[in-house]
């Protein structure tokens, strides 16, 4: 967990499971590699602060550092949605991938590219690969191209809003996030970024490669 980007008392943690409802069995009732998950739980109303929403990001602050955001080609997860989340926020409460970035914008050293899912296709159950370059939405916090939250973007959209203004900008952090917004408990699994998959385990995240 990083801990200067959490807000509350949320939960992510590694975790067995979840194994499908009651009533889901089959491929899709057990996460898509291994035995175990990123379990994340938020709550909507539980701070004195101006949103009361807590908030959470699990990454990595080490192995991205410095690495190029528009040699980002492959982003995506599995999602563990419960009819329960969308009840709290609807069917686009879902988790985020954030990478803290450099933007390189004039003196501007810092903001992050948030990606917004869009809904899962199931709930109750294991989602498929929710693809980042295709599907939801980017935007970044600070507003330094044409993708911010007013005006979001592809990921295509995205990068060439970086190559129009000249800007290399490189990632300081990676990570799976929620809040600050609606109540949300479920689970993440199979973050891919690039060529790489990150295989959430009880005993740690393990590092698998994409054929």
């Not at 009732?29 to 291994?34: L, N, Q, S």
């Not at 609606?182 to 891919?192: E, N, T």
């Amino acid at each position: 967990m990083i801990t200067r980007n959490t807000i509350g008392s949320p939960v992510a943690e590694l975790r067995d499971g979840p194994f499908g409802s009651f009533d889901v069995q089959g491929p899709s009732a057990r996460p898509p590699y291994g035995q175990g998950s990123l379990g994340i739980a938020v709550a909507s109303n539980s701070t004195s602060l101006t949103p009361p929403s807590e908030k959470v990001d699990f990454g990595n602050e080490v192995d991205f550092f410095g690495d190029r955001v528009l040699g980002l080609n492959q982003v995506g997860f599995h999602v563990f949605q419960t009819r329960e989340n969308v009840g709290y926020g609807g069917p686009g409460n879902m988790p985020n991938i954030r990478f803290e970035i450099d933007p390189d914008v004039g003196t501007d050293n810092y903001s992050t590219l948030v990606w917004v899912p869009g809904p899962s296709p199931v709930t109750d159950r294991w989602s498929p690969y929710i693809n980042a370059t295709s599907t939801g939405y980017w935007y970044l916090s600070g507003g330094e191209t044409t993708c911010n939250q007013a005006a979001q973007c592809t990921f295509q959209q995205l990068k060439a809003s970086f190559t129009a203004i000249g800007a290399q900008p490189t990632i300081y952090t990676a990570a799976v996030g929620k809040g600050r917004d609606s109540m949300w408990i479920g689970a993440v699994d199979g973050l891919r970024i690039n060529r790489n998959i990150y295989d959430f385990e009880r005993g740690g995240v393990r590092v698998l490669r994409a054929r």
